[in-house]
């Protein structure tokens, strides 16, 4: 995958958007800078020059390590209110070699498990859990009962029960 093309952009942005700002959310003070944090993270990536990335998901969570130190040092510089990077608390051990591997394969098992529900479970538990809507949310939008929905997601979490079981 290159960086540099907009439809890979904008899938990596629709992709790890909300992945991004809850990492970002764990380890600053400010909701504020969030969305800045983000951005920038996807401004990197579209700035980098070279060819295709073999993991871009590694890449992308190695450059948000990088702006959220850049973010303290600026914080640290301007003596702001943010909290200053402790290395025992942040980065240091989210991107250790040994954990973005467990990380990736327990992604693939996962992926693997979604494809093998039925269409509707998948796009409820997508919904719910990626896109972080409410079970009645859903329910309006797919015209089904509250009811179903619950259904579809005890469904959805015993199937990837049993497959992350078995992984």
């Known amino acids: 995958m290159t960086p540099n093309g907009d439809a890979n952009m904008d899938d990596m942005a629709r992709r790890y958007a909300a992945p991004l700002a809850r990492y970002f959310r764990a380890r600053v ?18 700035a980098r020059k070279g060819g295709a990335l073999e993991a871009p998901e590694n890449y992308l969570f190695t450059v948000a390590a990088s702006v959220l130190n850049d973010s303290f040092r600026r914080a640290a510089r301007r003596g702001g209110d943010h909290a200053m990077f402790d290395e025992r608390l942040h980065a240091e051990a989210d991107f250790s070699p040994e954990r973005l591997l467990l990380g990736q394969e327990q992604l693939q098992i996962v ?3 979604l494809h093998e529900l039925p269409e509707r479970t998948r796009v409820v538990f997508a919904l719910h859990r990626f896109e972080e809507m409410s079970y009645a949310q859903i329910a309006r939008r797919l015209q089904v009962s509250v009811s ?20």
């Open 29 to 46: 003070r400010s909701a504020a800078d969030i969305d800045d944090m983000v951005q920038e993270v996807f401004l990197r990536l579209a």
């Open 111 to 113: 992926e693997r498990a």
């Open 148 to 167: 179903a929905i619950e259904k579809h997601m005890i469904k959805a979490l015993a199937h990837l029960a049993r497959r992350g079981s078995q992984g």
